[in-house]
Each structure stands twice: as structure tokens, then as C-alpha cells.
């Protein structure tokens, strides 16, 4: 099993403001996706990033994979109530996802 | 309709009994898989099974069983439950060669008491 260390765990923030949350690992993924979780619902995929170094964005919402390719970053700007939930990242290898233990987000209105 | 469907969405037994949690796809995909989460740990792999007949043990298979009864169907038994199997477990399916993205049931709670 490789280990997928996120931080912070939780996270609360005022509308507005800005959060990064973070998805860092010792070894290194073919790719790395990254979710959302709502209360009652299963994970949905956000994004998935492939390439070290690679940037993608979805609206307010910048990823960001790291160049060795075992770390990853989920930067919110402008950040809103509907995007409170729970941000997993899931590392790839050998065609079998290992995930973080995910971040819950709080944004106050 | 969904697309993974999970029966029931919630269930309480007791130490002991047999427990089956079924999953049912109508993505056409043949990749299937079952996860559990409890909190602070995240999704952890249980069993998956990329086509009909084939079945893998993730990394927490013991205690648990599968059966892939047609591409569609994949379920989940606990042969005799106990209580720290009481968690969130997810259905998802994946279609292969992409990059392993997983479309997630709505998941079971199951609790045993």
C-alpha cells in the first residue's frame, strides 16, 4: 500500500478567503486524481493530473502535480459555501487508485 | 437513475451474521470495485475484479468475500460480521484505460452491533 499523506485535516474558512490543501506521498504515481465528497453521496472526481509539473484548472479550483510526480496540491480561490465537502486525492499505480485520508472543508457563508 | 446503484443504504446487524451488500452498474464498464471508509483512514480496497471472471483481493480482504455475477453486478459479503466492520462501503466502476477514474454508489452504511 503507498501512503498518501494530506494536510490539513480539517479546514474552515469565511466566503472569500482563499485555501490550499495538500496531498503529499514517498512514491511516485502514474497519476493522481483528486475528489469530492459529499455528506451521504460518494467521491466525485474533480480532476485528474498525469505529467510532473502539470497545472489544471476548473474554474476557482487550480491542481497542481508535483514534478517527481508524488505530490499534489488543490489550491481554492474566492472560495464559496458550495464547495464545503471532502477533498480526497488518490494516487494511481499498477491500475489500482490508493487514497488519502481527505480533508473536510468548511466554508462559512 | 443513478449510474452505480448500492442495496440497502444503511443496515444494522448483529456479531455473527451473514451480510451481503450488492452493486449494480448501468456504465457498461467492466472494471468494478468495493471500499470501505471509516474515518481518518480514508477509502481502503477491499476486493475488485476487472472483467467477469476475474477477482483480486485489495488490501483489506480478510473477512470479506465477492462475487462478480455478470458485468453489471458486483456484491460484497461479510460471511460473519463483527463489529469492526462497521463502516462506509463504496461500490465504484471504472472503464479501462483511463487513467482508473471511479464512478462511486451513493455507498452502504452498514454498523454491527
Known amino acids: 500500500t503507498q501512503l498518501l499523506e494530506q494536510s490539513p485535516q480539517f479546514l474552515s474558512i469565511q466566503e472569500g478567503e482563499n485555501l490550499t490543501v495538500y496531498c503529499n506521498s514517498s512514491s511516485v504515481f502514474s497519476s493522481l486524481q483528486w475528489y469530492r465528497q459529499e455528506p451521504g453521496e460518494g467521491p466525485v472526481l474533480l480532476v485528474t493530473v498525469v505529467t510532473g509539473g502539470e497545472v489544471k484548472k476548473l474554474k476557482r479550483l487550480t491542481f497542481q502535480f508535483g514534478d517527481a510526480r508524488k505530490d499534489s496540491s488543490l489550491h481554492i480561490t474566492a472560495a464559496q459555501p458550495g464547495d464545503t465537502g471532502l477533498y480526497l486525492c488518490?494516487?494511481?499505480?499498477?491500475?489500482?487508485?490508493?487514497f488519502g485520508a481527505g480533508t473536510t472543508v468548511t466554508v462559512r457563508a | 437513475d443513478a449510474d452505480v446503484t448500492q442495496t440497502p443504504r444503511n443496515r444494522i446487524t448483529k456479531t455473527g451474521k451473514r451480510i451481503m451488500l450488492e452493486c449494480s452498474q448501468t456504465?457498461?464498464?467492466?472494471?468494478m470495485y468495493w471500499y470501505r471508509q471509516d474515518p481518518g483512514l480514508g477509502l481502503r480496497l477491499i476486493y475488485y475484479?476487472?472483467?467477469?471472471?476475474?477477482?483480486n483481493k485489495g488490501e483489506i480482504s480478510d473477512g470479506y468475500s465477492v462475487s462478480r455475477q455478470a458485468q453489471a453486478k458486483f456484491s460484497l459479503s461479510l460471511e460473519s460480521a463483527i463489529p469492526n466492520q462497521t463502516a462506509l462501503y463504496f461500490c465504484?466502476?471504472?472503464?479501462?484505460?483511463?487513467?482508473?477514474?471511479?464512478?462511486f454508489g451513493s455507498g452502504t452504511q452498514l454498523s454491527v452491533l
Open positions: 488518490a494516487g494511481e499505480d499498477d491500475y489500482k487508485l490508493s
Open positions: 465504484a466502476t471504472s472503464e479501462a484505460g483511463s487513467n482508473e477514474k471511479l464512478f
Open positions: 475484479s476487472f472483467d467477469v471472471k476475474d477477482i
Open positions: 456504465k457498461g464498464h467492466d472494471r
